[in-house]
Structures are given as structure tokens and as C-alpha cells.
């Protein structure tokens, strides 16, 4: 079983509620769920959907392919009636829409290519009157998403007693008029589709033995949630999409958790933040996306310098400028990667799921923290938008270890230098205030005492300290890529961040039974997963280049237009990949879209 669910219509209309919802009771019902957003820069208008993919087996990706559309205007079932499956069906509501698409089929038909012109051609139209249905049942149209909420589980042939709970606990706070309006319209909604869908034929979404309920996450959750466990106790940031659910997240959390949460004038006053409280003796982040991070560059020079621990959440966008903000690209790779004068450590990590990104948030802070250098989590707006389902976080593998000087152990010291050389380049970094010792740090080139210096021998001892005593170090901390498919592959898909789930599922896809992809081959297709993408993971604990050399066709799948990760490869380890899969249209990949790009390159 594996259904896809569209919900589209104009921003205002409440897709997202529908959407959310939905989501939640397949997830809550023990299905594997993913979902994606597509939505345009605009507050009301335009076209926006919201897709959900829900099975009895684990998905990461959209498909191409739709089973139920719920149109919530005219534009949705013009976009969206082609992806129909064989049994697929588009609910709609002809009052609201002002027509009618059933018996009386429109002439010339309503879609170019469409299914119009006779009427049985208009078979997967099921016309649910939403508004009048949730008038009916006591409430106000406004209520009408959920009627058809509940209609989209009634053609499934599901219970209501999940969304009957969901409703309760989102309108507790309304009162109990406003639950039994949407409880009666959701029971409408459900009644009607029950009787009325005749040509409904989906296998009841219904598991043969009880299921565990899942948790539902998205990424910018994750990240925040993997703060929360890692000891954050302030974040700072201007709200720029789509690293703003994060603020949000922990915001939700700040009283529970004892957590500063400061939304600040600009990026430059966020970074500076961070670096304040962090200098002053906690656990800081800020986040943002590329616009706001080239404004946070002098900030990310001075944690350098100064040894500065920080993490930095950095969310993709399509750029230059505004671009497309609310689409998705990987474009600001070798951004994060060389932005800031000057020359210091850094790590750099790319989540490719939920779970990943809150384990690698856990990464970056101790890294952060124990080499006193800036961690930067990148991400983009399609990882940010898309939920997934997991069993549980395991807490057991979160790290802490406090690497700060403070108390007793402070207090006790006869002297103290806060960059004092050290065989490892790492100076113990005591809390200002918690012993007599003078805490100073200066952005000038310093001392081992940190007073500002100009002579040349300071100067080459403290690029050394920072710089070649720690990068070795941290080299070691990093771990290699994910290998997932043929252990001895001859074709090899390669890429960074939130490919993952599209990847992994073409692999599934292209591997037996399906036919060979090379003529006359034996060996099948694996992923080369790249999470911790700086520095450059090394060879020791898994060979990944020479899975790449022995292996006939590599390609590179990214979504940049000229390669970034693919440059980053052959500039840390000399290899060169011989194909290349790059989108760079603001749209994620869908899964049989990936696939035919996959076989092209074959061909």
C-alpha cells in the first residue's frame, strides 16, 4: 500500500491545515509518511499544494503520481489533473469552484490533454459540497477543510477516531462548541465520501495488525530539538526562510528549557549575539539563510579569530538576491565553505533527513565546542518543508561534555591565558566572572594572553595554534559517506544534504528485479551519501574512492547548476565523476523523475 495525497489551491485557503492534519493521522496510525510544500512568496493567491505520501513501508520521497487531489480551486485541477493515477480521484467542491465537472462535462474540455469531452471521462470527479456540509453540521465555511479532511479518510476506507482526537486537542482552547462543529463537519465530510464514492477503489489504508503510532518531524524541528539536547541556551536570529521554524521551535521550548530566545534587529546583530553569550559562557546558534549569512560573514571571522565557539544554522534558497524564496536549491556550499576573510577552521554538515539533522546538530555543538571554532548546519527550503516519520530519537547518543573552565577548576588555576599554546592548538576557555583570572580575547591578532600584537613571530605561532594544530584533529572526527545498495556497484549515484531520500529510493528502484542498467553488466547501483561535508572525510575508516574508481559510471545528482559538491570532490580528493544530474529550477526531485535522468545517463 502506498497512496500519494495532493492538496492544492491558493495561499489562504487552509492547505496546510488540511495537510498537516492528514499527515498526522496517517503517521499517528502507524504509517510511514513523508510530505513536501510548494508555495509561492505571497500571503493570499497564487498556487500552493501540499503532498503526502504515506505507506505500510518506509518512503523519503514524492512521486510523480497522485491518487486523491484535493482541488480547493480551479487551478489545482488544471495543473494537477494529468498526475492522476489509474484510480486516482480529485474532490472538489462546485459551489466554491462555480462548476461543475460530473455528467455535464464541460465543452471543450476544461484541461488541455485533459479527460473531458464525454462523460464518463469524468469519472474521478467527486463533487463533496464542503461548505455546505460543514454549514450544515453547526459550523461556518471556514470549517469546510474539515469536511474534506474527513472525506479524504472516508475514501480510504479509515476510521475517525485519530482526527476526532487531533481536533480535540487543536480546539480545547475554543471551546467545546468549536470541537463539536468540527468534529460533526469532519464526520460529514467522512459520511459523504463513504457513500458517494462509488468508483473509489483504494485498498483500505488499513494495517493487518495494529501499528505503532510514528513521530512526525520536519528538519528545522529536528535541528531545534537536536539544540534543545545538546545544551543550547541562547539563540539569536532575524527570521528568513527557511531557517525561521527553528527560532520558532525553540521559542515553543525557551520557558520548558530555560533557553534566551532574542529575534534581533539584522543578521550582523544576531551573529554578534551568539558570539556574546557564547563568549560568556553558554551554548549559542543563530541561523539563517544565504542573504543573511553574507551579512553574518565578519561575525564568522571573528569566532575564528577570537576561538569562539558557535553554530550556525544556514538554510538554502534559490539565489543571487531574493531569488525564489520560498523554493529550494543547494547553491551556497562552497559559500559556507569559503566565506569570511581569513583563514580558520571550520565544519560544515548536510543533513540529508530529520534524524540526521538532529544528530549532526548534536555534532556541531560539541565540535564547536571542543575546538572552539565555528560549526555551520546546511540545509535548504525543501528539507526544511518536508516531514517525515521516525520510530523514536535515540537521547543515549546525544554527546555532551562541558569544555569550559568554570567553578572550582577555574578559581584553583595560578595562572590563566586564554590562548595559550597548547599541543593541540585548543586553549582552555574560561567563563568570565567565575574566578579573579582575566578573561580577554581581542579581534586584532593577540597573545597568549590575548592582547593585540603586530610582530611577526606572535603572528605565525597563533595561524599555526588555530589553524594547522586543530585541522588535523577535527579531520578525524569526520565521518565518511553512506554506502546503501550493491556492495560491489558498477553505476554509483553520489550527492550531499536532501538527496538522500530521493537517492536511496531510486536505488530501490533501479536495483533487481530490475533489468541490468549497463548491457551485458552484472554488478547493480549504490548511493554515495555525503552528511559532513568539511573538512573532507578521509579514507581510513571507509575507502569510498575506491568504491568510486571501481565502479564503471558515477554521476553526481545535485541541485545547483554548476556542480558545487562535484567541484568540492575532485578539489579534496583529485576524483572526477563521469556524469551529472543537476536541477536547478527551485523544485526538488520526485522519485521517477530522478530515476529517467539516472537511465538517460546510461544510455
Known amino acids: 500500500m502506498d497512496y500519494s495525497i495532493k492538496i492544492g489551491g491558493e495561499a489562504g485557503q487552509g492547505i496546510q491545515t488540511v495537510g498537516d492534519t492528514l499527515a498526522k493521522v496517517f503517521s499517528r496510525t502507524g504509517f510511514h509518511v513523508f510530505t513536501n510544500q510548494d508555495y509561492e512568496s505571497r500571503v493570499r493567491g497564487g498556487h500552493n499544494f501540499y503532498q503526502i505520501r504515506f505507506s505500510d513501508k518506509p518512503v523519503m520521497a514524492s512521486r510523480e503520481k497522485v491518487d486523491i487531489l484535493v482541488a480547493l480551486d480551479k487551478e489545482s485541477i488544471e495543473r494537477h489533473e494529468k498526475e492522476l493515477t489509474a484510480i486516482g480521484q480529485i474532490i472538489y467542491d462546485s459551489t466554491a469552484l462555480k462548476q461543475e465537472f460530473g455528467n455535464n462535462p464541460p465543452s471543450p474540455p476544461f484541461t488541455k490533454g485533459g479527460m473531458g469531452g464525454l462523460s464518463d471521462k469524468?469519472?474521478?470527479?467527486?463533487?463533496?459540497?464542503?461548505?455546505?456540509?460543514?454549514?450544515?453540521?453547526?459550523?461556518?465555511?471556514?470549517?469546510?477543510?474539515?469536511?474534506?479532511?474527513?472525506?479524504?479518510?472516508?475514501?480510504?476506507?479509515?476510521?475517525?477516531?485519530?482526527?476526532?482526537?487531533?481536533?480535540?486537542?487543536?480546539?480545547?482552547?475554543?471551546?467545546?462548541?468549536?470541537?463539536?462543529?468540527?468534529?460533526?463537519?469532519?464526520?460529514?465530510?467522512?459520511?459523504?465520501?463513504?457513500?458517494?464514492?462509488?468508483?473509489?477503489?483504494?485498498?483500505?489504508?488499513?494495517?493487518?495488525?495494529?501499528?505503532?503510532?510514528?513521530?512526525?518531524?520536519?528538519?528545522?524541528?529536528?535541528?531545534?530539538?537536536?539544540?534543545?539536547?545538546?545544551?543550547?541556551?541562547?539563540?539569536?536570529?532575524?527570521?528568513?526562510?527557511?531557517?525561521?521554524?527553528?527560532?520558532?521551535?525553540?521559542?515553543?521550548?525557551?520557558?520548558?528549557?530555560?533557553?534566551?530566545?532574542?529575534?534581533?534587529?539584522?543578521?550582523?546583530?544576531?551573529?554578534?549575539?551568539?558570539?556574546?553569550?557564547?563568549?560568556?559562557?553558554?551554548?549559542?546558534?543563530?541561523?539563517?539563510?544565504?542573504?543573511?549569512?553574507?551579512?553574518?560573514?565578519?561575525?564568522?571571522?571573528?569566532?575564528?579569530?577570537?576561538?569562539?565557539?558557535?553554530?550556525?544554522?544556514?538554510?538554502?534558497?534559490?539565489?543571487?538576491?531574493?531569488?525564489?524564496?520560498?523554493?529550494?536549491?543547494?547553491?551556497?556550499?562552497?559559500?559556507?565553505?569559503?566565506?569570511?576573510?581569513?583563514?580558520?577552521?571550520?565544519?560544515?554538515?548536510?543533513?540529508?533527513?530529520?534524524?540526521?539533522?538532529?544528530?549532526?546538530?548534536?555534532?556541531?555543538?560539541?565540535?564547536?565546542?571542543?575546538?572552539?571554532?565555528?560549526?555551520?548546519?546546511?540545509?535548504?527550503?525543501?528539507?526544511?518543508?518536508?516531514?517525515?516519520?521516525?520510530?523514536?530519537?535515540?537521547?543515549?547518543?546525544?554527546?555532551?561534555?562541558?569544555?569550559?573552565?568554570?567553578?572550582?577548576?577555574?578559581?584553583?588555576?595560578?595562572?590563566?591565558?586564554?590562548?595559550?599554546?597548547?599541543?593541540?592548538?585548543?586553549?582552555?576557555?574560561?567563563?568570565?566572572?567565575?574566578?579573579?583570572?582575566?578573561?580577554?580575547?581581542?579581534?586584532?591578532?593577540?597573545?597568549?594572553?590575548?592582547h593585540i600584537v603586530e610582530d611577526a613571530e606572535t603572528r605565525i605561532k597563533m595561524v599555526d595554534k588555530r589553524l594547522f594544530k586543530k585541522l588535523p584533529l577535527i579531520k578525524k572526527e569526520m565521518e565518511p559517506p553512506t554506502l546503501y545498495g550493491d556492495n560491489k556497484p558498477e553505476v554509483i549515484i553520489a550527492g550531499w544534504g536532501s538527496n538522500y531520500g530521493i537517492m536511496k529510493e531510486a536505488v530501490d528502484e533501479l536495483s533487481p528485479p530490475h533489468p541490468p542498467l549497463i548491457k551485458g553488466g552484472k554488478g547493480g547501483i549504490a548511493m554515495l551519501h555525503f552528511s559532513e561535508m568539511y573538512p573532507f572525510p578521509l579514507t581510513d575508516k571507509f575507502d569510498y574512492l575506491n568504491i568510486l574508481k571501481n565502479a564503471k559510471i558515477t554521476i553526481c545528482v545535485e541541485n545547483n547548476a554548476t556542480g558545487q559538491f562535484a567541484r568540492l570532490m575532485k578539489a579534496e580528493t583529485g576524483y572526477s565523476f563521469n556524469g551529472f544530474i543537476n536541477r536547478y529550477d527551485g523544485r526538488p526531485f520526485t522519485l521517477e523523475e530522478l530515476a529517467r535522468e539516472i537511465k538517460s545517463r546510461l544510455s
Open 122 to 450: 469524468y469519472s474521478h470527479f467527486l463533487d463533496i459540497p464542503f461548505i455546505k456540509l460543514a454549514v450544515e453540521s453547526g459550523g461556518s465555511k471556514i470549517m469546510a477543510n474539515t469536511v474534506a479532511t474527513g472525506a479524504v479518510l472516508g475514501m480510504l476506507g479509515m476510521e475517525l477516531s485519530i482526527l476526532l482526537g487531533i481536533i480535540k486537542d487543536t480546539f480545547w482552547k475554543k471551546g467545546e462548541d468549536v470541537i463539536k462543529a468540527n468534529v460533526n463537519a469532519a464526520m460529514a465530510g467522512h459520511d459523504f465520501a463513504v457513500k458517494n464514492c462509488m468508483r473509489c477503489s483504494f485498498s483500505p489504508a488499513v494495517a493487518d495488525s495494529p501499528l505503532k503510532p510514528k513521530m512526525l518531524i520536519s528538519s528545522v524541528e529536528a535541528i531545534g530539538l537536536g539544540a534543545i539536547a545538546s545544551g543550547c541556551k541562547f539563540y539569536s536570529a532575524y527570521p528568513m526562510t527557511p531557517s525561521t521554524g527553528i527560532m520558532n521551535y525553540i521559542a515553543g521550548k525557551e520557558k520548558e528549557f530555560g533557553i534566551i530566545v532574542e529575534q534581533a534587529e539584522d543578521e550582523i546583530a544576531a551573529i554578534n549575539m551568539a558570539l556574546g553569550a557564547s563568549f560568556a559562557g553558554v551554548r549559542s546558534m543563530t541561523g539563517t539563510a544565504g542573504g543573511g549569512f553574507a551579512l553574518m560573514v565578519e561575525g564568522l571571522s571573528l569566532s575564528g579569530m577570537t576561538e569562539t565557539p558557535v553554530v550556525i544554522a544556514l538554510g538554502q534558497r534559490p539565489a543571487p538576491a531574493t531569488g525564489l524564496p520560498t523554493r529550494t536549491e543547494q547553491g551556497d556550499l562552497l559559500f559556507a565553505l569559503h566565506t569570511a576573510h581569513g583563514e580558520f577552521p571550520r565544519v560544515i554538515f548536510a543533513p540529508g533527513t530529520p534524524e540526521q539533522a538532529f544528530y549532526l546538530t548534536n555534532k556541531a555543538f560539541e565540535l564547536a565546542e571542543k575546538y572552539q571554532i565555528p560549526a555551520i548546519i546546511i540545509f535548504d527550503q525543501y528539507l526544511s518543508d518536508s516531514e517525515w516519520t521516525f520510530e523514536e530519537f535515540n537521547l543515549e547518543k546525544i554527546k555532551y561534555t562541558d569544555y569550559r573552565l568554570r567553578g572550582d577548576a577555574f578559581k584553583n588555576l595560578k595562572e590563566y591565558k586564554r590562548h595559550t599554546y597548547t599541543d593541540t592548538g585548543v586553549s582552555p576557555m574560561g567563563i568570565p566572572g567565575d574566578a579573579e583570572h582575566l578573561v580577554i580575547t581581542d579581534s586584532d591578532e593577540h597573545d597568549e594572553e590575548g
